[in-house]
């Protein structure tokens, strides 16, 4: 048998292995997290949630990473983990997006689509991190607000949905409310890849090519100023520039040492 085809097998094998393990693991949390949740403090559970929430993660990731079937670059997150308020904003190419950059930032609160918050396996962990669900705008701006408000960060994407059409959607002004109403700066945040893996429309049994490559890197930091049509208006022109300048990684590349060192306040 050629090696091709056994490299194929062997990739849909992991890939798909990989993801039954992260929807099992998902069903079972969500059982344990039902349970706990009416008997944990706020607090407690919160923060419980959102560490295995992590750790379930960075698990997923790091089986595929060791498989060989991805590289990853998720280190300039790291300049992040001692901030404190501050609304973390990538572009959203695809599902993943998420799982990318909460493995690295687990202690961050996240909007995320109602369905998902409903969902049996994603839904019970969701409840027991309080993350934020989004359909209830004046809820959502509040309750986002008050996290910022108490010094967590906040995983936003300002597509609001994965991107359509790129370099990325028009963005929404929910997230602009909610850094006017706190107070908070807005840390852009890029993620570079080289496939439209579980992007929009993307069948989720399709086998992407591989090795799939993720690469996150920050840009500058915006705080809000004017008005919130503006501020929106304003970041979406930053990122489209800076996305049109992107050059898609090569799909045998290891990924690049991040660029990014501490984040850069916008004059």
Request: charged letters at 20%; proline letters at 7%.
């Amino acid at each position: 048998m050629p090696a091709r085809i056994i490299r194929e097998i062997y990739e849909h094998i992991v890939l798909y292995a990989a993801l039954l393990y992260f929807a099992v693991i998902g069903v079972i949390w969500t059982v344990i997290s039902t349970i706990l949740y009416p008997l944990l403090p706020r607090e407690t559970g919160r923060r419980i949630g959102r560490r295995t929430i992590g750790l379930v993660f960075r698990s997923y990731l790091a089986v595929l990473e060791a498989a060989g079937v991805m590289k990853l670059d998720l280190s300039a997150l790291d300049a992040l983990r001692e901030e404190r308020s501050v609304i973390v904003a990538p572009n959203h190419p695809s599902l993943i997006d998420a799982v990318l950059v909460i493995s690295r930032l687990p202690d961050v609160a996240c909007i995320m689509k109602a369905e998902i918050w409903d969902s049996p396996i994603l839904g019970g962990g969701a409840r027991l991190a309080r993350y934020i669900r989004n359909d209830s705008h004046s809820n959502m701006v509040r309750y986002a607000s008050d996290e910022l408000s108490h010094g967590k960060n906040l995983l936003v994407f300002p597509e609001g949905t994965r991107t359509r059409a790129k370099p990325l959607n028009a963005f929404k002004g929910g997230f602009g409310l909610i850094a006017k109403r706190a107070g908070a700066p807005v840390q852009t945040v890029f993620i570079e890849t080289n496939s439209t893996f579980l992007g929009k429309g993307w069948p989720i049994l399709k086998k992407p090519a591989m090795p799939l490559v993720y690469r996150l890197r920050l840009g500058r930091r915006f705080p809000v100023t004017g008005s919130v049509k503006a501020f929106v208006a304003d970041l979406e022109t930053y990122y489209r520039r800076e996305m049109e300048s992107i050059i898609p990684p090569a799909r045998d590349a290891a990924p690049a040492e991040s660029r990014a060192t501490r984040p850069t306040p916008a004059p």
